[in-house]
């Protein structure tokens, strides 16, 4: 690209490589960077919620991955199955996920695509800040950490039996781990804790001692390297800078605890009202709609980590209220819902 592009993003994730895809199927003319090149691994749970599917696929197709019919919760002894009460989850390798959407962005008629280049400042007509959860656009539309502060870490493995089509989430004391297949006979393994009780090898301890999952662990090998991420939770209150014609997306824009397991929905749910908001220059109705699915994913992380405080806590949960997290999933997750 020559001239002046009509749009610069500044982040190759999957907010970035959406938005890009979307725009240059719409004639606009996209600069893209990315400050990595692919693939690159990123901390993260790997479990795609089904309206991030649902986004996903009509954006551009689904990625070869696993698929997932819901979640299994442990916690002291209790477990519970809870299905998506519709569509299906999937999990995708952060390193495939992005690396497959970076390209199709690349591949887009329009959009221009530069990997291995932090953005150097010459921009289009609107700047969009896809940078991910540190942005530095921050400096301009600052963002506060939520808390309580959390620390996030994960990897993928050999070596844990019985792994089959849900998300597992185990509780314990200090946060949550999580398991789920990964495809190719891996499995995906993330744990997210109080910053306080944060240690590195937490997280390969907790496999092989929480009581819920030890018997299934049998020479866990790691297969990719152990990653971490903090602060997990942040709040912008604004995403539009309208004398710069600047406008945040996924994680800079704000994002729930994890533990939600919604950052990549909200982040792909949200690329259309992106896309529309910069091709009519209503930016106004972005910041808007995505405060408020922004603010509806934050709150529902809120209660899940007030329920989960302790183990204790979690299995009272699962035993005797277990009946409303269909309920709880339906108002998260049903088409539409993040919209507050
Ligand atoms: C431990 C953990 C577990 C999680 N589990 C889940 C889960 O199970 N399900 C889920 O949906 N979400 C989960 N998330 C959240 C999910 O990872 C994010 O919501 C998602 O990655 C947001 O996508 P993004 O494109 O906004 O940002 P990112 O994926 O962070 O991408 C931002 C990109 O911008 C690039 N970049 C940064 N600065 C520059 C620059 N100056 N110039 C050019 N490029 C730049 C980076 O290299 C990066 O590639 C988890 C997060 C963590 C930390």
Redesign the pocket.
């Known amino acids: 690209m020559t001239s002046t592009p009509d749009v610069t993003i500044?982040?190759?994730?999957?907010?970035?490589s959406s938005l890009a895809i979307a725009l240059g199927r719409a004639g606009a003319r996209v600069a893209l960077?990315?400050?990595?090149t692919f693939p690159?691994l990123?901390?993260?749970?790997?479990?795609?919620?089904p309206h991030?599917v649902a986004a996903l696929e009509r954006l551009v197709g689904l990625p070869s991955a696993p698929r997932v019919r819901g979640l299994r919760f442990s916690a002291g002894g209790e477990t519970v199955d809870v299905d998506f009460p519709a569509g299906h989850g999937l999990v995708v390798r952060r390193d495939r996920l992005?690396t497959w959407l970076f390209t199709a962005a690349a591949e887009t008629p329009g959009v221009d695509v530069r990997t291995g280049?932090?953005?150097d400042g010459e921009r289009g007509r609107v700047l969009v800040g896809?940078?991910?959860?540190k942005s530095?656009f921050h400096r301009l539309l600052p963002a506060t950490p939520d808390r309580p502060r959390r620390v996030?870490?994960?990897t993928h493995v050999h070596g844990i039996a019985g792994v089959e089509d849900r998300v597992e989430v185990f509780f314990h004391d200090h946060g949550e781990v999580?398991i789920a297949p990964a495809g190719g006979g891996e499995t995906l393994v993330?744990g997210?804790f109080d910053y306080r009780h944060f240690r590195r090898d937490g997280l390969p301890h907790l496999l092989g001692t929480l009581p819920a999952l030890r018997d299934r662990v049998e020479r866990l090998e790691l297969t990719t390297p152990l990653l971490a991420?903090a602060p997990?939770g942040l709040r912008v209150p604004r995403v539009v800078d309208h004398a710069r014609q600047l406008l945040l997306?996924?994680?800079?824009a704000g994002?729930p605890d994890?533990i939600t397991?919604?950052?990549?929905?909200?982040?792909l749910s949200s690329t259309e009202l992106a896309a529309d908001a910069i091709l009519t220059g209503r930016l106004g109705d972005y910041q808007r709609q995505r405060l408020a699915r922004g603010r509806r994913a934050r709150r529902l992380g809120r209660l899940m980590l007030r329920l989960s405080r302790t183990e204790r806590r979690a299995a009272w949960f699962l035993r005797d209220l277990s009946g409303v997290i269909p309920k709880l999933l339906d108002v998260a997750l049903e088409p539409g819902s993040t919209a507050g």
Request: hydrophobic content about 35%; aromatic content about 6%.
């Open positions: 500044v982040g190759g994730g999957p907010a970035g960077y990315e400050k990595a690159r990123k901390p993260c749970g790997e479990g795609l919620l991030g992005d280049t932090a953005f896809a940078d991910g959860a530095r996030g870490l994960s999580y993330a997210l991420s997990l997306v996924g994680d800079a994002c994890p397991g919604d950052g990549m929905a909200l982040a």
